[in-house]
C-alpha cells in the first residue's frame, strides 16, 4: 500500500478507477484511466464510477477476518507464531501503529469513501434520468465505509463530498465519532428517502431495507458511544422494525444452506458482499481479487478429503467457542467445522485411507465452516485467493438480534423484544422449546449471547464486545482506555505533520 491515506486514495479514485467487481451487476471492463474534471459527461459515466465505489467492498474481507481474531471466539492460527505478525499482534492485544493489516483496512476504507466522493464531487454535472438512485447508493456505500472507519478507529478525518488530496493531512482535522456517526445518518437517511422499495434491479445492489438495517445497526453502536445516548435505542428500533414489517425477509429455514454458494442472496439476506472465483489476484495485489481472500485464510492446512479445499488454517475456533452452543443447537455443526468428527465420518475417503490435514499453530480442531474452502469453486488463478463465497453482512437473523436489542435496552418493549429473540432461536432449535422468558438485563444478556451463537465467524463479535462494555472481562489482553479503538497507521501521523493525534496509550 501507500505510504499514507491521501497518495492511497489518490491513485485508486483521483487519477484512476479500476472498474471491477464481483458476481452478477458488474461489466468486467478493463482498467482505464481518467481526466477526472472531464469525466461525468454521461448517466454511463456516473455508472462506471459507482462499480469503481462498489468494487471496494471487496476489500472488507480482511475487517471480518480481523473482527473475528481480536475477539473471544477464535485464536489466530496460521503455521505458526510468526505466520503473518500483524494477525498474530491483533490476537493477542499488542498491535501497534505499524500494524501492517490495520493499515490495510485504513486505507482501503478511505479508498471506498474517496471514490464515493469522487462521485458525490460531481453531482450537480450531469443531469439525467434515474441519478438520485446513483447518488442514493453512493451515499450508502459512503456510509458503510464510514462505519467499517468509526468501528475500527473513532473519530477520522472527513471532507465532506469532497475528495481527499494530497495536503489535505496537514489540513483537515479528525472529526469526532459522534461527528461520524451523524454523517452516516445523514447520509442514511437520504439513501431511504430515495432509494426505490422492493428487490434491487441487479443482485448485488444497495437497498432501501439495506440503508435501514445499517442505520439501525449504526444507531445502536451511536447508543453506547461514550458516556451513552439512550435515545438511539428508540430510534434504532423504530427503523429496524420499519424493515422488518415490511415482510421482505424471511429466516432460510434450514441454517445449515445459508452460506453455501447456491444460496448466496437468499431470503435472509439483507446485504451481501458480492465476490466471484473467476477473477484473481496474488499475494503482491491480495486487493486484485475478486474473490473471497478470508475463505482461504480459514481452510485447514494440507486438507486431503471430501466437500472442502485445503487453506492456511487460520481464524480458529476455541473449544470455548464450540461449547457456548447449547445442546440441541443445530447452528454449533454449521458454523464450526470439527476436523476429527468430520474425518471419522469419512474413513472411506480416497480408497479408505481418510481424510488427512496438517495441524497448523494454536491448532483446536475446530475451523469457520461459514466461510471454507469448498471444492468445485473455479479459483482462478489461485486456490486459496479466489473464493467465490460472498459475505453475508447483513442478515435478516441479525435485524431481528438488533431490533430486540433496541427495544429491551431502551425499556421500549420486551415482549416484541423476547419475539424477535425467540423468532432466531426457534430456527436454531427447529422448535419453540427453547424459548426465553426472561425480562430486562437477563433478557439483555440473552440477547447478547445469542448475537455470538448466531454471528459466529462473521465478524462481529469483537465490536459487539467493544459497543456493550464486556471487552475488558472478556478478551485476554484487552486494556480498558486503549483497545476499543486500533491505531492510525504510524505514516498517518507523521504526514499529518501534527494535525492528527494518535489514539490513546498508542
Not at 116 to 125: G, P, R, S, T, V
Not at 182 to 207: C, F, H, K, M
Not at 382 to 387: E, R
Not at 419 to 442: C, D, E, K, P, W
Amino acid at each position: 500500500m501507500k505510504k499514507k491515506i491521501i497518495t492511497a486514495v489518490a491513485a485508486l479514485s483521483f487519477l484512476t478507477l479500476n472498474i471491477s467487481c464481483g458476481d452478477d451487476f458488474v461489466d468486467r471492463t478493463p482498467p482505464y484511466s481518467i481526466d477526472s474534471e472531464n469525466y461525468f459527461n454521461s448517466k454511463a459515466d456516473y455508472e462506471q464510477a459507482l462499480i469503481a465505489v462498489y468494487d471496494m467492498l471487496q476489500s472488507t474481507y480482511q475487517n471480518v477476518l480481523l473482527g473475528e481474531i481480536a475477539s473471544d471466539n477464535t485464536l489466530c492460527g496460521g503455521e505458526s507464531a510468526t505466520d503473518t505478525p500483524g494477525f498474530q499482534q491483533v490476537d493477542n492485544m499488542s498491535h501497534t501503529p505499524v500494524n501492517p493489516q490495520v493499515k490495510n483496512i485504513w486505507d482501503w476504507m478511505f479508498a471506498g469513501v474517496n471514490r464515493a466522493n469522487y462521485i458525490l464531487e460531481f453531482k450537480d454535472k450531469t443531469d439525467f434520468e434515474g441519478k438520485e438512485q446513483i447518488i442514493a447508493q453512493t451515499r450508502f456505500l459512503r456510509a458503510y465505509f464510514h462505519f467499517e472507519l468509526v468501528k475500527w478507529f473513532g473519530g477520522i478525518p472527513m471532507k465532506g463530498d469532497a475528495r481527499f488530496k494530497l495536503g489535505d493531512e496537514t489540513t483537515i482535522p479528525r472529526s469526532s465519532a459522534e461527528e461520524v456517526y451523524a454523517s452516516i445518518e445523514a447520509d442514511l437517511l437520504y439513501a431511504i428517502e430515495n432509494l426505490n422499495p422492493g428487490p434491487p434491479a441487479q443482485q448485488g445492489r444497495v437497498t432501501q431495507n439495506a440503508a435501514r438495517a445499517l442505520l439501525g445497526k449504526a444507531y445502536l453502536y451511536w447508543a453506547d458511544l461514550g458516556d451513552g445516548h439512550p435515545e438511539k435505542f428508540a430510534q434504532s428500533a423504530a427503523v429496524l422494525e420499519t424493515l422488518i414489517q415490511s415482510n421482505a425477509y424471511t429466516l432460510v429455514s434450514n441454517y445449515d444452506t445459508i452460506f453455501e454458494n447456491n444460496n448466496e442472496n437468499n431470503s435472509e439476506s439483507v446485504f451481501e458482499v458480492q465476490y466471484t472465483d473467476a477473477e484473481g489476484g496474488s499475494f503482491t495485489c491480495l486487493q486484485c481479487s475478486e474473490g473471497n481472500v478470508a475463505v482461504g485464510f480459514n481452510g485447514p492446512r494440507g486438507f486431503d478429503g471430501p466437500l472442502y479445499d485445503p487453506g492456511y488454517s487460520f481464524n480458529i475456533p476455541t473449544q470455548e467457542t464450540y461449547d457456548f452452543f447449547e445442546p440441541g443447537d443445530l447452528r454449533r455443526d454449521a458454523a464450526i467445522l470439527n476436523i476429527d468428527a468430520f474425518a471419522a465420518a469419512h474413513t472411506d475417503w480416497n480408497n479408505n485411507n481418510g481424510v488427512h490435514y496438517s495441524e497448523g499453530y494454536e491448532h483446536t480442531g475446530f475451523y469457520n465452516k461459514k466461510y471454507i474452502p469448498r471444492k468445485g469453486d473455479l479459483n482462478i488463478p489461485d486456490q486459496n485467493l479466489t473464493n467465490p463465497n460472498n459475505y453475508r453482512s447483513i442478515r435478516y437473523a441479525d435485524v431481528l438480534l438488533m431490533a430486540a436489542e433496541a427495544l429491551n435496552r431502551g425499556g421500549l418493549d420486551d415482549v416484541k423484544a423476547r419475539t424477535y429473540l425467540n423468532m432466531v432461536r426457534q430456527r436454531a432449535f427447529g422448535n419453540a422449546s427453547h424459548n426465553i422468558t426472561a425480562s430486562g438485563s437477563a433478557l439483555t444478556q440473552f440477547i447478547w449471547d445469542e448475537r455470538r451463537r448466531e454471528l459466529v465467524g462473521e465478524g462481529h463479535r469483537f465490536f459487539d464486545l467493544v459497543r456493550t462494555k464486556q471487552a475488558a472481562s472478556t478478551i485476554d489482553g484487552f486494556v480498558e482506555g486503549k483497545h476499543e479503538v486500533f491505531p492510525l497507521p504510524y505514516e498517518e501521523i507523521q504526514f499529518s505533520n501534527g494535525n492528527w493525534q494518535q489514539n490513546p496509550n498508542y
